[in-house]
């Protein structure tokens, strides 16, 4: 049999990188590899009860193969700004199809179009501290979209194995 406090202390350890991953601060980046509504439904769930973001931007990028438009309607309004881009994926939409599925959901105020991801990445910071005060505390990005995705930003931002 084995002991409560070691099962415990086994469970805190573990990590599973991309899932909810907070790999940056001010603004907090959060990195979460959900690719299909109840997955991105229970992440954005999380975000919700871990973080009280006053402003949240989205960074995604997906698999043409996936229920985009069930993903963007969990999105729409949860976030404040979202930014399609695209991955390295052959599966991927690219950023112009995945907005052209985005607009109508959320404006087209409130969608930015950036192919190459790390652009993406650094519209999102910018957006994101663009609070209109200087206190960034309370903004946050949410990497989502494809395991591929996040994978890649993890890569970008120096996420560690």
């Not at 192919?115 to 990497?143: H, K, W, Y």
Request: net charge negative.
């Amino acid at each position: 049999m084995i002991d409560s406090e070691t099962v415990r202390a086994a469970f805190g350890s573990v990590r599973s990188p991309g899932r909810l991953e907070a790999i940056r601060s001010a603004p907090t980046i959060l990195l979460d590899a959900a690719h299909n509504p109840a997955g991105l439904k229970a992440s954005l769930e999380a975000v919700a009860e871990a973080f009280q973001f006053r402003r949240l931007v989205a960074v995604t990028a997906m698999l043409a193969d996936k229920d985009v438009d069930g993903m963007l309607e969990l999105l729409e309004p949860a976030v404040d700004e979202l930014v399609v881009t695209e991955n390295a994926s052959s599966r991927g939409l690219s950023a112009d199809d995945l907005a052209a599925v985005a607009v109508p959901l959320f404006g087209a105020d409130r969608v930015t179009v950036e192919p190459r991801l790390d652009d993406a990445l650094e519209a999102a910071v910018r957006l994101a501290e663009d609070t209109g005060d200087e206190v960034l505390s309370g903004t946050g990005v949410l990497v989502t979209g494809s395991v591929v995705t996040v994978g890649e930003a993890r890569t970008l931002l120096g996420g560690s194995s």
